[in-house]
C-alpha cells in the first residue's frame, strides 16, 4: 500500500482534532474550583493560640471541610524530625501563630527523615 503526503496531512489533521475534542470533553467535566483545589493544600484556621517552640502543636479546623487537625510548628529549612510524629502534608506554621490565624503551609518530608515547613 502506498502512502502520499497528502494522506499522512490528513491522518495527523484528524489524530489533532480527535485530541483536541476529548480535552474539551474532559474540561467541560471539570467543576469550578473552590477555595482550594487538588493542587494547593486546604487552609488551616488556628483555634488555639501556637506560640511554643519547634514542635509543638495546636488544634485548627480546615476551613472547607471544617474537618479538625493539628498544626505544627516546624523548621523553615530541611531538619531532622528525629522522634517527632510528622506526616507529609499535615498543616504547619514557621513562627508563632495567633488562634484565628490561617495556614497553607505544609510539611514536606525528605530524605534521611528530614522535614521541613513550606
Known amino acids: 500500500m502506498t502512502c502520499t503526503l497528502s494522506a499522512l496531512k490528513l491522518g495527523t489533521a484528524m489524530a489533532s482534532i480527535a485530541l483536541a475534542a476529548t480535552g474539551a470533553l474532559v474540561l467541560a467535566g471539570h467543576e469550578a474550583p473552590t477555595s482550594h483545589d487538588a493542587w494547593a493544600p486546604e487552609p488551616a484556621r488556628l483555634t488555639q493560640d501556637l506560640y511554643g517552640g519547634y514542635t509543638a502543636t495546636a488544634g485548627a479546623v480546615y476551613v472547607s471541610t471544617q474537618q ?34 490561617t495556614t497553607t503551609k505544609v510539611i514536606q518530608i525528605g530524605p534521611g527523615a528530614k522535614a521541613r515547613c513550606v
Open 68 to 101: 479538625p487537625t493539628t498544626v505544627v510548628r516546624w523548621y523553615p529549612d530541611w531538619t531532622a524530625a528525629g522522634s517527632t510524629a510528622l506526616a507529609a502534608g499535615a498543616p504547619c506554621v514557621t513562627s508563632g501563630t495567633a488562634a484565628g490565624s
